[in-house]
């Protein structure tokens, strides 16, 4: 390997999600990616005092300084080192940005968020909206460095290899179900991984996968033989990954298109401003209490859309009564010119409760009344099966690094038609998604070794594993379970992987950090899920209104949350006995 390489493989090692994670994995990433921003100005020769870094895609980039005077900011590529990442390092004099940009708004740029209003996030998280490419983000600004060492040939390292040989061929490829899960769990980057906690060296345990998922070899092996391929091969990669997720979701070919995002929110931004395009005089768009913010913001920031919002219980079913009744309300006279719901857009699985509802049954109601469906797959890609033709789904978002393969590629299955924007503003949605190669590749390889494996194999395993967890979980002293709590009951068929609690009178970001320095990590806060999570807890619009006071006053305080313990298909029973004993010391 490269010497690129080489840091690449060592980043993935300790690799997680950078968004507010306790854990030992998501605090080194954190501290890379911070890095990464003083690495650009530096390389630019800037100070850090007078610019700002932020990290975005091609077409972002482009919006983000437009009618900017062009002597207030620099932009740097991936594409000028030659490297298929798909990463525009945009560096700013401080306080140029207006807020209300439309297009930069999702997970990560809200601190808090309430039904009415929004309080913003500082710095360069308000421009980056859901999570960033940071690997890509990482060995770019490492080749930036390496760039001045040994120039750009030092980025070039390989044969000349075909879109098959990249995708398919691997060390795997005699396995399929179980004996494929067990063989690819072997290949986890970072799986031996041992860290320093109160008890000692221990090896660490990621209970942190619905943030984000770790890679697999053959997946990371993917994305280097595409990084030293011509623009040919890249071609052929980009159009059979197309190929390979419209057979995973069930999108007939002649139906949909596949545009290539960065990750889902911008996949959501997208159907957003496409349909805030196509209305002339306003419309209504319906999700509900469940949603994270990628699936929330998008639809209060861009102009002639009206967000309206329905009610779920507390194990995260909605109400498709009151979904029937808004619809019909609205929908039923269908007088022309009228303000009417066009679109309901929904979670396939809540980050908070792990509750997959039942989406061919909202489909029905929405379809009956001439509205469209846009499904929020991130929580569901990787654990069980979308079938987008019987679900008649019109739009379908998600993001790799959520179904292991963290490479800054997401994904929007949109039927055709749909989106309205202009051939040229088309061409370069395609060419800006398209221009990470490498992580397009990564998501395809890691689809591919996921259709070894079994969608039906791995919603076996988690399954078990999640009733083994609750269950567990359930005789701690002191807790309380959110979602679906009886691995008994009918209804927890309905429950994903995803466990959020609370421990009597422990504070949760107290419980993440007490478990982050024992080895195992976790997540706490309101997980980009604020109105949710508020509901849960119980707190009332007085108390709301308070919170949001005193954050502007004192922005760094941490506001109350819940804890969350997201399973994959690493883990294992002997990981969930060392969780709960130590909840039961922290109890």
Known sequence: MTELEKNIYSVLETYSNVHRGSGHNSQVTSKLYDQARSIVLDYLGLPASDYIVIFSTPRRAALMVKGINPEKYVVVSSE?????????????????????????????????????????????????????????????????????????????????????????????????????????????????????????????????????????????????????????VKNQIIGAVRQLIMEFTGAPLSEYDVIFTSNTTEAISLAAESLSLEQEKGTFVVNTILEHNSNELPWRSFPGLSLLRIKADKNGFLDLAELEELLSGYNKKNVPGTNRIELVTITGASNVLGTFNDLEAISQIVHKYGARLLVDAAQMIAHRSIDIKKCAIDYLAFSGHKVYAPFGAGVLVVRKGLLRFSTDEFSFINSSGDENAAGIAGLGKSIVLLQRVGMDVIHDEEK?????????????????????????????????????????????????????????????????????????????????????????????????????????????????DLLVRELQRIA
Not at 122 to 130: D, I, L, S, W
Not at 204 to 231: C, M
Not at 532 to 538: P, S
């Open 464 to 576: 078990e594993l999640t009733s083994y967890a609750v269950k567990s979980m359930s005789t701690v002293k002191g807790m309380t379970l959110y979602g679906i709590n009886d691995p008994d009951s009918r209804l927890f068929i309905s429950r994903g992987s995803v466990i959020s609690f609370s421990l009597k009178e422990k504070l949760a970001n107290k419980v993440a950090k007490t478990l982050a320095d024992r080895g195992i990590g976790v997540r706490s806060g309101c997980h980009c899920a604020h109105i949710l999570v508020k509901y849960l807890v119980n707190i009332p619009p007085y108390l709301e209104q308070f919170q949001g006071f005193l954050l502007k006053l004192f922005p760094k305080l941490s506001l109350p949350g819940i804890v969350r313990v997201s399973i994959g298909i690493e883990n294992n029973k002997k990981e969930i």
């Open 80 to 232: 000028d080192l030659g490297l298929s990442l798909g990463v525009r390092a945009v560096a700013l004099k401080k306080g140029i940005l207006p807020q209300n940009l439309h297009c930069f708004s999702g997970g990560g740029t809200a601190r808090l968020v309430s039904p009415g209003w929004v309080i913003w996030s500082k710095g360069p998280e308000r421009y980056e909206p859901g999570t960033p490419a940071i690997i890509n983000i990482i060995a770019f600004t490492r080749a930036l460095i390496l760039s001045r060492e040994h120039g750009k040939s030092e980025f070039i390292n390989g044969n000349i290899l075909n879109s098959d040989q990249i995708l398919n061929e691997d060390n795997l490829s005699l396995f399929s179900g179980r004996m494929m899960l067990e063989e690819l769990r072997k290949t986890i980057i970072g799986r031996d991984l041992e860290v320093t906690t109160v008890h000692g060296q221990a090896k660490y345990i990621n209970l942190d996968n619905a943030a984000s998922t770790r890679t697999f070899i053959p997946v990371w092996d993917a994305v280097r033989k595409t990084l030293s391929q011509g623009k040919e």
